[in-house]
C-alpha cells in the first residue's frame, strides 16, 4: 500500500503515540498519505486532535491524541 515509511522518531508527540522506525503512515486526519509532501502538507494543518493511521507488521492501527 501507499505511505511513508517512519526512519526516525524525535522526542516528542510522535513518539508520545507510540510511532516506532519502520511504521507506515497511511492516513492523518482522514488525509491518506501517499508521499513525504501529502505527509507534510496534512501535518502541518492547525488542529487541535489528531488522528493518524499506520501500519505495522501488516496491521493497520489508529492513534488519537490531542495536541
Request: hydrophobic share 45%; proline share 0%; aromatic share 2%.
Amino acid at each position: 500500500g501507499s505511505g511513508v515509511i517512519v526512519t526516525v522518531v524525535d522526542a516528542g508527540a510522535a513518539r508520545g503515540i507510540g510511532l516506532r522506525r519502520g511504521d507506515l503512515v497511511r492516513e492523518v486526519n482522514g488525509v491518506k498519505i501517499g508521499n513525504v509532501r501529502d505527509l507534510l502538507a496534512a501535518t502541518s494543518a492547525q488542529v487541535r486532535t489528531w488522528r493518524i493511521s499506520i501500519e505495522r507488521d501488516g496491521r493497520v492501527q489508529t492513534a488519537v491524541f490531542s495536541s
